[in-house]
């Protein structure tokens, strides 16, 4: 590891711009290390820069300066590194049969020193802590209680950047393919209450409810309650993939009739959120202890 992690307060000079396009050329670097030609890497490496972007959109809509967009798009960047890692050596982007893999990432920076080989990015000693949490808690569920203001914000820019390009990944991937399941999985089956209440609640699915196929693809569409910027809304009504996924037509008349009642909570939802923010989306549920926070979270982000 390069850098100690000072004990104490370190400031940020600040004397120059973070150079995020050196950030990004370490980050293409690094993944062209792993077989580009391979659908799940080209996926992570197209999503990255993606996210990044999403990071540097609705960092200007809070009219951040530019050093903090700056350090949104990087940890946008950074955010998935280690999925290359989990990929390599466990063939596959599921979580609950490999790693977790946003801890996996942060460990990777922040454990084995890999953010080491982002100093060109001039990265101080208060901004590591900072891109530390918000890779590590990308993925949770819920984010914990004792964050700062500020770290909060930027892990909630990247969690609604991620989640807003995932739902372009899952619109843009056939779903057979997203879940290794076949057609009639989706076509056919029922939504679970539990995945159901979820949704009407407003919340996003606890994955330990998804127990078919359709309830994936709803645990997909309740990303929209997780978001929390009016940006992050206006970004996914602009994209339409949501949409698309809200008009999937079921073969099972059960199915049909709770995805017409999901349809008008969530465009409702939408509306008010594009122009207000959600008040409650990454606080819901903020009374669940620390330790459950990292329990369900959702591995395809
Ligand atoms: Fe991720």
Redesign the pocket.
């Known amino acids: 590891m390069g850098q100690g992690m000072g004990q104490g307060t370190v400031l940020c000079p600040r004397e120059m711009y973070m150079d995020i396009a050196a950030a990004r050329q370490t980050f293409l670097q690094y993944a062209s290390r792993y077989d580009l030609n391979d659908v799940k890497i080209r996926l992570k490496a197209d999503h990255t820069l993606r996210v990044e972007e999403l990071c540097r959109q609705i960092a200007q809509s809070l009219g951040l300066s530019q050093e903090d967009t700056d350090l949104a798009c990087l940890t946008g960047i950074l955010?998935?590194i280690g999925?290359f890692e989990q990929v390599r050596i466990y063939h596959t982007f599921r979580d609950a049969v490999s790693v977790n893999?946003?801890q996996f990432?942060a460990d990777l920076l922040f454990r084995d020193g890999l953010i080491d080989d982002f100093s060109d990015a001039g990265i101080c000693e208060a901004d590591r802590s900072l891109i530390e949490k918000a890779v590590r808690l990308?993925?949770a569920y819920i984010l914990p209680e004792d964050l700062t203001d500020r770290e909060r914000m930027f892990c909630n820019i990247l969690r609604d950047a991620?989640k807003i390009d995932i739902l372009r990944v899952n619109r843009e991937t056939p779903m057979t393919q997203i879940y290794d399941l076949p057609e009639e999985a989706f076509l056919d089956s029922e939504i679970s209450d539990g995945v159901y209440a979820d949704l009407l609640a407003h919340r996003n699915v606890d994955r330990a409810n998804s127990r078919t196929g359709v309830d994936f693809l709803m645990g997909h569409i309740a990303f929209v309650f997780g978001l929390v910027y009016p940006e992050s809304f206006r970004l996914v009504r602009e994209q339409g993939y949501l949409a698309k996924m809200l008009s999937f037509e079921s073969r099972n008349a059960a199915t049909r009739e709770r995805m017409r009642r999901i349809r008008e909570e969530v465009e409702t939802y939408l509306a008010e959120a594009a122009s207000h923010g959600s008040a409650y989306a990454g606080r819901r549920g903020y009374n669940i202890p620390r330790e459950m926070c990292f329990l369900s979270g959702d591995d395809s982000?």
């Open positions: 955010h998935d999925r893999h946003a990432s990308h993925n991620d982000i």
